[in-house]
């Protein structure tokens, strides 16, 4: 069954890209999502992500209690491709065309791939853009905000597993130093969390150095001895396999799309270890584009209201245990709620 409301997809006239827009569901209100500019084997993988990543922002969005939907923007660039300057602008042009053409129902952001100078040339061709840049009008980089999203939801699973303690002196994991990776890294280092990272990018290694984090490779991190990982680079990391080698007791990070399958919240409910859906530990971004850029809160405000993520985890883990299912389980049913509701 098809449940996405609409899935556009079109050569982009200009850069002859695929331009893959997926509309999940509007069912809160108009649908909010990054615009993802990545290396796919064939556009078809970056359909499949395309569908799964918009169905993610409408929980996202549900859960988080702000009356926004799902959808996503995928340009599934072929292996090895460079874009130039004016080859990225044809790219956002044709993006920001197909955004155009259905009038309000989606509003990109950035993701893996793009940043707010990009949605400013999105916002050349269609008013439907978030984060833009401050000096010009809009929210500006989200990833500080979701790295500050997390590590709320970081707080509520330490106190669930050891009390009132706080980070300091908890060994974590980080996956991916990339922009919302750094941030949460340094916001762990500041708490006194004792961090490993990794990174795909060998170059990473300095970031770490300078951050006082041990680094060890994208395989060694999966098995080790840490009391939570955080999963901050692309989607899928959780596999039947890797879940059989962690150590931790908890995976709690920002990435969108952690599971390979949606079995793998099972096994790791079996192993005892908690899962925090990603699309809560990873809502800050979108809860602080949403309520500065819409609502009009002050910064403070929505700092503040991104900080309530450590409220909603508490109260997913909550709903799981009252219902005796799992936290992915649990975090469907609040969405659902909300959703119905509605
Ligand atoms: N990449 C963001 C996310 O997955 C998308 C986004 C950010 C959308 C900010 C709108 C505003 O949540």
Request: aromatic share 4%; proline share 5%.
């Amino acid at each position: 069954m098809l449940d996405h409301e609409q899935v556009l997809i079109r050569r982009g006239p200009r850069s002859g890209l695929p331009v893959i827009l997926a509309l999940h569901s509007t069912a809160l209100g108009p649908a909010a999502g990054g615009v993802r500019l990545w290396h796919y084997p064939g556009w078809r993988d970056g359909l499949t992500d395309a569908l799964r990543l918009s169905a993610a922002m409408t929980l996202k969005f549900a859960v988080t209690d702000l009356a926004r939907g799902g959808g996503k923007t995928v340009v599934a660039m072929p292996q090895g491709t460079r874009l130039d300057p004016a080859r990225r602008r044809d790219v956002l042009r044709d993006v920001a065309e197909v955004i155009d053409s259905i009038g309000g129902r989606y509003a990109a952001g950035p993701d893996v791939g793009t940043s707010p100078a990009d949605m400013a040339v999105i916002r050349e061709f269609t008013p439907h853009v978030f984060c833009t840049p401050e000096d010009q009008g809009g929210s500006g980089d989200s990833s500080p905000h979701t790295a500050r999203g997390t590590l709320a939801a970081l707080r509520a699973v330490s106190r669930r597993l050891y009390g009132e303690a706080g980070l300091k002196g908890l060994r974590m994991g980080l996956i991916g130093l990339g922009h919302v990776g750094e941030h949460l890294a340094r916001l762990l280092a500041a708490e006194g969390v004792e961090l490993t990272v990794t990174d795909i990018d060998a170059a990473r290694t300095r970031t770490a150095e300078e951050i006082g984090a041990a680094w060890t490779g994208p395989e060694e991190i999966i098995s080790a001895d840490v009391d939570i990982l955080i999963p901050a680079a692309l989607g899928g990391v959780l596999t039947t396999r890797v879940v059989r080698d962690l150590r931790c007791r908890a995976v709690v990070g920002p990435a969108n799309n952690q599971l390979h399958a949606a079995e793998v919240a099972d096994l790791l409910y079996q192993r005892g270890i908690v899962w925090i859906p990603d699309y809560v530990a990873g809502a800050g971004g979108v809860i602080n584009a949403v309520t500065t850029e819409l609502h009009h809160f002050t910064s403070d405000d929505a700092r503040a209201r991104v900080d309530t993520i450590e409220d909603i985890v508490t109260e997913l883990l909550r709903t799981a245990d009252d219902l005796g299912v799992t936290p992915a389980q649990a975090g469907h049913e609040m969405a659902q709620r909300r959703i119905r509701a509605a």
